[in-house]
């Protein structure tokens, strides 16, 4: 997933310490039984008017950032890996990594094992010295990997090779974790970035798995909303919007005899709660999907 600005280009939160940019999950090169996460933030890029950053390279002290696993495809968090920083003084941040499993890995804040402390917030390996679990961090600025050939873009997509985001940065948080860690051989990944309100609650401000989603896809007045959620609230609101297109058009697109069941309830609707009954139709024959009345 690599994507900037989750909100009409604007950073969540209006603080760019807060804008999740990429999530990448990968097979180790040098072990195929260690699997590789990295995400990252706090992007030196930005367009205008958007100010070049004033704040430099630091993770936002105390702010939650979450790697989410999900191990048996329900789309809740099974393993979490936590990371909160410290306050960046004297060009120096240090960090704390948790790991936690079962319920506890859903919880917002930072639960479980503590599986280092004193990361330092630089470009170093980092092996954690309170756990024996072999799980090496690295936390710091890196270049930012997104790529974007502005000028192709805007003329047609001919591409003239350049990048713009060659020259900026973005803070990174990056684990080697033996697959033995996630109890499942098929895994979900997603990450997330949470700020504490006045009152010392969590806010989640910004989240991605799949590129593009939020920047791209979403309505406008529903990108917040996004960002604020997990994955299994995107299923349920997914479905409850599909029923009701599935009823609107039962109404005047009856299926014909002798077709299955239709596709979209079967793959979609099957997560959640069975679809309410159909709206009655003029068609007394043949009769929609009793499911969800999707036409086949």
Known sequence: ????????????????????????????????????LITDSNPTSAPPPIPTPVTGPEFYPGAVYLINIDTDGDAHADVAFTFVFSEYEDGRQTGTAWYATGPEARQPGPVGEVLAQGIPGQLRRHRPPRSGRPCPAVTGLRSD????DVEGALHGFQWTGHDDFADNNVDSIALEVPRGMFGGPVIGVWASISRRRTDGTLEQLDRGGNPTINPVINPDGEKDLFNSRQPADDVATTCSRGR??????????????????????RISCATTAPCPPPIPTAAASPTPCTTCAMPG
Do not use: E, Q
């Open 1 to 36: 997933m690599s994507n900037h600005f989750s909100d009409n280009l604007k950073f969540p939160g209006d603080d760019r310490c807060l804008d999740l940019t990429d999530v990448f999950a990968f097979t180790a090169p040098h072990d195929p039984d260690t699997t590789v």
């Open 145 to 148: 990997p997104f790529f974007a």
């Open 244 to 265: 009701r297109s599935c009823r609107t058009r039962a109404a005047t697109h009856p299926i014909r005899p002798g077709r299955p069941r239709c596709r979209y309830c």
